[in-house]
């Protein structure tokens, strides 16, 4: 199983960012998948995911109204559509699927993660 990560970038507050998630070697329809973020010194955190079907998401609260998890099964991709940003967003952002299926906010119910793509807000 593999999840390609891609398009951080540098980007100044108020902007927007667009990430892309590839995944390949698992059934992705079946997968619910979820977005991270881990900024130095401190522990990876929920920011947003998204079941299955893609019927259902939810949201962590510091980033909800801006940014929106979307998924596409037939190009096997995750996106996070990353708008308002702030300098407080700034992370290294990781991709990962679940076998469950459902909406998980918590790290340990994803099965597979991805490498991981740099966001960096700043003016």
């Known amino acids: 199983v593999q999840l390609q990560a891609s398009g951080g970038g540098l980007v100044q507050p108020g902007g927007s960012l667009r990430l892309s998630c590839a995944a390949s070697?698992?059934?992705?329809?079946?997968?619910?998948m979820g977005w991270f973020r881990q900024a130095p010194g401190k522990d990876r955190e929920f920011v947003a995911a998204?079941?299955?079907?893609?019927?259902?998401?939810y949201y962590a609260d510091s980033v909800k109204g801006r940014f929106t998890i979307s998924r596409d099964n037939t190009k096997n991709a995750v996106y996070l559509q990353m708008d308002s940003l702030k300098l407080e967003d700034s992370a290294v952002y990781y991709c990962a699927a679940s076998e469950t299926g459902g909406i998980n906010w918590a790290a340990w119910a994803y099965d597979y993660w991805g490498q991981g793509t740099q966001v960096t807000v700043s003016s």
């Open positions: 070697g698992l059934t992705f329809s079946s997968y619910s």
């Open positions: 998204r079941n299955w079907s893609g019927s259902t998401t």
